[in-house]
């Protein structure tokens, strides 16, 4: 099924708001009276909204108010991503309502296995109480061929033996609406949703994980377009570092950089991970981290500069020790434009596991609440 734009603008004020009467709906979106019982009145039929218990007013009769369903329909979200593919449903208010179901992938068999694996993970999923389906995918996607360009979920497939098709997925989903993006765009469409109040901002998100580092773009509260679907590949910016090869088959990559493995390189006699020992960072008493802040905060620096949005928004597990992230905030802000760095705020969100299903279930409840949230949507006659 696909939601009209005028249930979209009724269900965004009630995802924005929670419980509002028909006459607050009318006030809101501008529709007639009668415009808002059809609406209302539809999705209604459809269980994606529900009375409310009503409330005493002032002028005596008591006030109904509409919300959003959250018991009788939901979104299923799943993500591809090196390794593994999971999924899960969660309700219309974003919380997870099944447990999390996981696949892992044996990255020796070969490339199409991951499409697979996924394709039959989806029924475990979806039934007909399904609205819609989140698909999250690292790396490049190729909107029109709907094909995976370039993934680490995919590895030792060159560029030019063609891209690999999510049409299984598709099938698996039978009519459902499927959202495929990247996965950092599905980190943004949950940002967007839970702080919409600056959805007219520009915003840039990063997210910053042990060998991962990817961002994503959001202009006027979207993802910005490009030629091909994908985040911001900061986490492939380069530098002249000796670091171990990257899967896009280059090196001295930022996300090689920022990883367990640059460390022990530099360094074999201190086998802690990135995390530990960004847990216990102290001024000048590690060089080989110092070297993975001072990357780090280049990189983040120059992307703001370039970009010059009102927010930066770092996602991270590391950003939870005080002293490493103060010190990669030193370094980012030191190497920011003058003008530019008293007006970019810098925001820190920890959001546990940012880029598995759960977040790609969000990229399905845009379906509901965004008007146009990008992506590719899929609905192929079959
Ligand atoms: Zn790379």
Redesign the pocket.
Known sequence: MQVTARQKQLLYNLWREGGLSRWELHKRTGFTPNGVGQVAGELLELGIIREGVPQPSKAGRPRTPLEIDTQERHVAGMAIRRGQVSACRLNLRGQMISGMHVHKIDMTDHPEAVIETAANLLPQVIDRKTLGVGVSVTGLIDPEAQSILFSSAVQGRSATQGGISLHPIQLAANDLPVLFDNDMHALAARWALTHQAELNQDLLLVSISEGAVGAAMLVDGKPNRGCVLSANEI??TRFFVETEP?Y?G?QG?L??ICSTGFLHMRNPNDQRTLLEQAAVYRSGENDALEEVIQYLGMSLANMVNFVRPNRLVLVSEVTRYPAFTDELLRRVRGAVLMNLVDRVQIDLWDQPAARNAETAGWLGLTGLYCEDWGGMHTNVPI
């Open positions: 986490g492939h990257c896009c280059h990559c996300e090689r």
